[in-house]
């Protein structure tokens, strides 16, 4: 299938160009001339393979463009379209900016054709394979359908928008079938059981196993307690139907499933809450003979469960907060230990930044030692008071305090942490000189983590390229090797078992170029031929360029280097190798 390309610029020439240069190798193009005809355009027909934006557009620039169409994908359940921003601008800020957003590349202009098609190619390629490797992660090999963590932001999107119900399905009995078959045909029970489930409920519909026999569904448009009645017999008679084919006429085993639902949006909206709601009704089935469904209503709860409810909620209430004035958590070193490792988990697994910060309070001259201590104690109490519940604190130290700031954007932080030092310094004509240290730690998944632990290989003849090129990736929190030329860099790839996850190839060096060094790891083959390379170049004519993305090259990076520029390079194609690493390792 074509590819299909959008190309949106002001300037009918470089439109005439790109198409007649795409359409020339097979690709389907459509020019518009301003970022709200994109957005019409794709709130219309849909989004393309990818986009070729020009930032310099008059009333809606590349950027806010770029910005609209992110939104305007969420709204309508796509993907992100990958975008190359087209730009004469060679400032760095400008770039950095742009990979910051979540741009994919840049194509300089005018632009050169071959280097037009090659990174066009590159970019979709890379953003099928992160795709595909993304969807792997999220599928469950048996079934098929999304595992738990997908399921859980799958239909949290879906309930928001979505009209239908929400079904928490369980087998019942299904252990028989393990302890008196084997676990071999419990899997072909289950891979059958998930088909039936795909068939039955209607077009459009989302499913997720979030357990070994649990199962949740959207069922789309099913808003009626007839339908899930149906629905519910349609999948109890085929699943018996199956199950007799597979283990014999003679299974006797009450195989079935049970049906616990709940109507959206008459229910609400919230995921969490509906699968509550939908789990007790899935309960009232299990204690009523199975093989059945029930649907949520308000006055679904007997008696016995309300007086139970009502034990659990004087509990809940002598546990709860709500007497508690609106200031972050402070807990000691021990208890706070354990609320650290828990919350950490919780951050990564539900894909949470935070901020660690140190706050130290040191005594200035003249400062009697009483009234020091005691600024140390009013101190913690300021920071508790200027943060959120949903922050936590311990002291370290008597003049230590260490902080977690909870679910906030890296910009914000700074303004956080000015609000408790002038609200301190406006109360206190002499005070502690008060310093503090700060991290910020981003949970993109768990990227950011496996992140920490990559290795990048920088090859280049000059060691002050070496020496700069490590101090500004050391700084961004990956372990950098360095290697003095080409020769010393395939000593190092034939005699150690771990690759990089990512090589930077000087372009030109005595003895071995870059180039030759590529082709050397490419004939070697296996894993080091599937590492990403990035060349660094001083060189400023095309014709390097197309040589070095025609050999497989991912980009080219200028010299001398800016820090900067090298990071956000870097993250953007190093994101690609640690989802290879991290997905393809555990189906080996």
């Known amino acids: 299938m074509a590819k299909w390309i959008m190309v949106v610029d002001d300037d009918v020439a470089n439109l005439q160009m790109a198409g007649t240069i795409l359409s020339k190798h097979n690709m389907r193009v459509t020019a518009l001339k301003s970022g709200q005809a994109l957005l019409t355009y794709v709130k219309e027909n849909g989004a393309p393979d990818l986009i070729l934006l020009d930032i310099m557009m008059p009333e809606m620039d590349g950027f806010e463009t770029l910005s609209a169409l992110r939104v305007l994908e969420k709204e309508k359940g796509l993907g992100e379209t990958p975008v190359i921003f087209l730009t004469a601008d060679e400032s760095t800020g400008t770039e950095s900016k742009g990979f910051e957003v979540g741009v ?3 194509i300089r ?12 190619d590159n970019v979709i390629s890379m953003q099928k394979e992160m795709n595909s490797l993304k969807n792997e992660a999220s599928i469950d090999k048996l079934t098929g359908f999304l595992n738990k963590a997908a399921t859980n932001s799958k239909l949290s999107q879906v309930c928001l928008m979505g009209l239908g119900a929400l079904m928490m399905i369980d087998l019942d009995s299904f252990k028989l079938v393990n302890d008196l078959y084997g676990h071999e045909m419990g899997d072909k029970v289950l891979i059958s059981f998930a088909n039936i489930v795909r068939e039955t409920l209607p077009k459009g519909s989302s499913f997720g196993r979030i357990g070994g026999d649990e199962f949740v569904a959207f069922s789309a448009g099913t808003q009626e307690e007839s339908e899930v009645a149906e629905l519910t017999q349609r999948m109890n008679v085929k699943l018996v139907e199956s199950a007799k084919e597979m283990m014999g006429e003679d299974m006797n085993i009450p195989l079935g499933c049970s049906v616990g639902a709940i109507f959206i949006p008459k229910h609400g909206n919230d995921y969490t809450t509906l699968l509550k709601q939908a789990d007790k009704c899935l309960y009232v089935v299990k204690k009523n003979g199975k093989h059945g469904y029930s649907v949520y209503s308000s006055d679904l709860i007997t008696d016995a469960d309300a ?3 009502m034990n659990l909620r004087s509990i809940s209430e002598i546990l709860s907060e709500r007497n508690i004035t609106d200031v972050a958590l402070q807990l000691d070193m021990e208890a706070f230990t354990h609320v650290y490792r828990f919350a950490n988990r919780f951050f990564i697994r539900n894909n949470i930044n935070s901020c660690k910060v140190l706050f ?9 030692e009483e ?7 009013d101190f913690g109490n300021q920071i508790r008071e200027n943060l959120r519940k949903s922050d936590m604190l311990t002291r370290t130290r008597y003049n230590q305090y260490y902080v977690i700031i909870t679910d906030i ?24 000189i008060i310093t503090y240290e700060k991290e910020y730690v981003r949970n993109d998944g768990d990227l950011f983590l496996e992140r920490s632990i990559a290795t990048i290989a920088v090859v280049d003849d000059d060691e002050m390229v070496l020496t700069a090129a490590k101090a500004a990736l050391a700084e961004y929190g990956v372990k950098v090797e360095t290697f003095l030329g080409g020769e010393k860099f395939m000593e190092y790839v034939n005699t150690v078992e771990r690759v990089p996850d990512l090589i930077l190839l000087d372009v030109k060096m005595t003895g071995m170029s870059g180039f ?32 070095g993305l025609q050999m497989g090259a991912l980009d080219f990076i200028k010299k001398p280097l800016i820090a900067e520029v090298l990071r956000v390079r870097v993250n953007h194609i190093l994101e690609l190798s640690v989802l290879r690493k991290r997905y393809r390792g555990k189906q080996k």
């Not at 009234?371 to 104690?377: A, G, M």
Request: net charge negative; charged share 30%.
């Open 104 to 106: 994919s590349d840049f």
């Open 109 to 120: 202009k005018p632009f050169n054709p071959e280097v037009l098609l090659r990174r066009i």
């Open 307 to 309: 007086a139970q409810e």
């Open 360 to 368: 130290t309070l040191a005594k200035p001259l003249g400062l009697p």
């Open 371 to 377: 009234d020091y201590r005691n600024s140390c104690d």
């Open 409 to 432: 954007r890296e910009e914000f932080v700074d303004k956080v942490l000015h609000n408790i030092m002038d609200s301190w310094e406006n109360n206190r004509p002499v005070s502690p």
């Open 516 to 547: 030759d060094v590529l082709r050397s790891i490419k004939e070697i083959g296996g894993d080091i031929a599937r590492v990403p390379v990035i060349f660094l170049t001083g060189e400023t004519d095309d014709g390097t360029e197309i040589e």
